[in-house]
C-alpha cells in the first residue's frame, strides 16, 4: 500500500484493487449505449462532481456565458455512455454481489453547508468494509493513458475525487446518524475495463473546510454576478479557456483568418 499527497491537500491511499474486485465479475461493455449530451452540458447548479476543478468554470457555465466547444463533439459523447455503461454494469454487480448496502435507494444528495446555494451530487454505491465501517464507493472511468504508470495528471485527478467524496462524506448519514467517514474511488479504464485501480480516502475535516470557504467565495461572487477566482491548472480541459483571462493553457484552436 502506498500513501502520500498529490497537488492539493488530501492525502490518498493507492490499495490493492482486487480485494474488492474480486467479488465482481469482469465489467463487459455489451447492450445498447445511452446516448447523452456531453458532460459540460449536463452540468447545471453547484455539483458536488464539479468542487474540485475550477470553481470559476462553475460560474461562466451559471452566468450562462458561452462556452468554447459549445458545438456537438461525438467523441465526448461516446466516451459518457462507456463510462454511463460502466457504472450501471458496476452497480449491478455490486447488488448483485451483495457488497452494496445501499444503491439507487438513496443516491441523491443535498451537501450541508454553512450558507448559500446547495450542492447536489448523486452517489454510485454504499457499501460496508469488511471491517464494518461505512463507505463512499465511487466509480470513475478513464481513459487508457491514465492507467499508464506515471500518468502525470493523476495526482490532480485525485485531488478532484477527494473533494467530491467529501462532499459525499459530510452528507450521507443513516437514519441512525452513522455517516461514512471513509472513501473509495474504484477507477476503471474505459480501454480495458481490466485496468483498474482503487484509491482510498478517509475523512480529513481541515481539508474538507478549506474546499467550503473556496464554495463559499465562489457562491458569494455568483450571486452578486461576478465571476469567481480563477483556480488554474488544468486549464487545457477547459471549456471557457478562449474567454478567460487567467487560461494558462496556450490555446491550438485559433481562428485561420
Ligand atoms: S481557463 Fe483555467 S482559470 Fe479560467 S475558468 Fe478555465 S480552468 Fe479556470
Redesign the pocket.
Known amino acids: 500500500m502506498m500513501s502520500g499527497k498529490g497537488t492539493g491537500s488530501y492525502t490518498i491511499e493507492s490499495l490493492d484493487h482486487r480485494p474488492l474486485t474480486a467479488r465482481l465479475d469482469r465489467v463487459r461493455l455489451t447492450g445498447p449505449l445511452r446516448v447523452t449530451p456531453p458532460p459540460y452540458r449536463q452540468s447545471t447548479g453547484w455539483r458536488a462532481s464539479g468542487l474540485g ?2 470553481l ?2 462553475v460560474g ?1 457555465r451559471l452566468l450562462d456565458l458561452p462556452a468554447t466547444h459549445d458545438t456537438y463533439v461525438p467523441s465526448w459523447t461516446l466516451s459518457a455512455d462507456i463510462g454511463t455503461t460502466i457504472h450501471t454494469r458496476i452497480q449491478e454487480q455490486l447488488v448483485g454481489s451483495g457488497l452494496a448496502v445501499l444503491v439507487g435507494g438513496v443516491p441523491a444528495i443535498e451537501v450541508p453547508l454553512p450558507a448559500g446555494a446547495p450542492v447536489t451530487g448523486h452517489v454510485d454505491a454504499v457499501i460496508r468494509t469488511n471491517a464494518g465501517a461505512l463507505a463512499i464507493l465511487d466509480v470513475k472511468t478513464g481513459s487508457p493513458r491514465e492507467f499508464v504508470p506515471g500518468y502525470r495528471y493523476l495526482g490532480d485527478k485525485q485531488q478532484k475525487w477527494a473533494t467530491q467524496v467529501h462532499a459525499y462524506m459530510a452528507a450521507f448519514y443513516l437514519p441512525d446518524g452513522e455517516y461514512a467517514r471513509e472513501a473509495y474511488i474504484l477507477h476503471i479504464s474505459r480501454g480495458d475495463t481490466a485496468d483498474r485501480h482503487l484509491f482510498r480516502i478517509v475523512w480529513q475535516p481541515e481539508a474538507w473546510a478549506r474546499d467550503v470557504a473556496r464554495l463559499a467565495a465562489a457562491q458569494e461572487a455568483v450571486a452578486a454576478g461576478d465571476l469567481p477566482a ?6 487545457r ?2 471549456a ?2 478562449q474567454h ?1 483571462p ?4 496556450p490555446d491550438q484552436l485559433e481562428v485561420q483568418s
Open positions: 476543478s475550477c470559476r468554470q461562466y480563477p483556480e488554474p491548472g488544468a486549464c480541459f477547459c471557457f479557456r478567460c487567467a487560461n494558462d493553457y
